[in-house]
Every structure is written in structure tokens, then in C-alpha cells.
């Protein structure tokens, strides 16, 4: 990744939580098995310096030469109850008991979730923890995840800090 650091990097991802709307761009992935994901945004993490008057500068596109320019993608996912689910940012198959994989856009990298709405029960690496309305967590390229609803709906917002 580049010389920001990932403290940096969390901090714009939570603001970019808390200041979304639904945007133009928005789209919506195919439902599968209960799994309902809606792409917020997904593409470089650039900030952009105004030169002048209302003239954003020129800048650098992600994958261009010689840049090392974190790519961001942010979804809304919702799960409906009695589901369970793989959650983590490996390309290997879901993890044991879990039919289905969320729908991320990318693999590896760093993987912050919030559970906007619902009950929650995540297993990240063995560990069975319950997750508070509200809560943030963060996970690994190389943690096992499994979330697991039971008798409600879950609303989840994921940002995923992609591998390069």
C-alpha cells in the first residue's frame, strides 16, 4: 500500500460510512440464498486539491504506472434471517457449515464491517463473538470469517481496503 497509513485510511473509510446516501452509481447485486448487496462505491482512494476556482486538479488514476493508489469498495449488504455466511476477503471456498460467500468485489485486503441494523453472530478465526447495533469490526486477508443470523433481518455496511 502506499506511505498512508492504515489508521488514515480506516478514518476516511468511516466517514465515508457515515456521510453515504445512496448515489447514482449505485447498484444492486443478483440476491442469492438471502444475500441482497448494493455497490456504494468502488474505485481509487484519491483526495482531490481544487486549483483555482471550482477546478478540481488533475489526478492519478488507479493502476497507472509507478502509482500505488488503494482501491476502496463499499457496499450495503443485507441478510435475511436463519442465514449463514462465508465473510472473508480470501478467494478460498466458505468456510465450513457456510453455503454461501458474500458478495465482495475484490479479494484480499482488509475487510471493516458495521452492523447498521439486526442480530448478528460473527466466528472470525474460531472465535464466536455477538455484535452490537452500531458496531465496527475489522478483518484480516487471511482471517476465516463466518456470520450467522438467526430470527433477524441484518443490514451490514462493508468497506473492503482491496490488495494491490
Known amino acids: 500500500m502506499s506511505s498512508v497509513p492504515l489508521r488514515v485510511l480506516i478514518a ?3 466517514a465515508i460510512l457515515s456521510l453515504s446516501r445512496e448515489p447514482v ?6 440476491n442469492t440464498a438471502g444475500i441482497f448487496a448494493r455497490d456504494r462505491y468502488s474505485g481509487p482512494l484519491i483526495a ?3 486549483v483555482g476556482r471550482n477546478r478540481p486538479a488533475a489526478a492519478p488514476q488507479a493502476g497507472g504506472a509507478g502509482l500505488d493508489v488503494p482501491v476502496l469498495h463499499y ?11 462465508a465473510g472473508s476477503t480470501t478467494a478460498a471456498s466458505p468456510a465450513a457449515g457456510a453455503g454461501f460467500s458474500l458478495p465482495l ?13 439486526g442480530k448478528l453472530t460473527t466466528i472470525i478465526n474460531g472465535n464466536r463473538r455477538e455484535r452490537g447495533l452500531g458496531e465496527f469490526w475489522i478483518v484480516g486477508p ?3 470469517v463466518t456470520l450467522e443470523t438467526e430470527d433477524d433481518s441484518v ?3 462493508t468497506i473492503q481496503l482491496a490488495d494491490q
Open 155 to 157: 443490514v451490514l455496511r
Open 25 to 30: 452509481w449505485a447498484q444492486a447485486a443478483a
Open 12 to 14: 476516511i473509510a468511516i
Open 75 to 85: 457496499q450495503e449488504i443485507s441478510l435475511r434471517p436463519g442465514t449463514r455466511v
Open 48 to 50: 482531490q486539491r481544487v
Open 142 to 144: 487471511t482471517d476465516t
Open 105 to 117: 468485489k475484490a479479494t484480499g485486503g482488509f475487510l471493516i464491517y458495521e452492523l447498521r441494523a
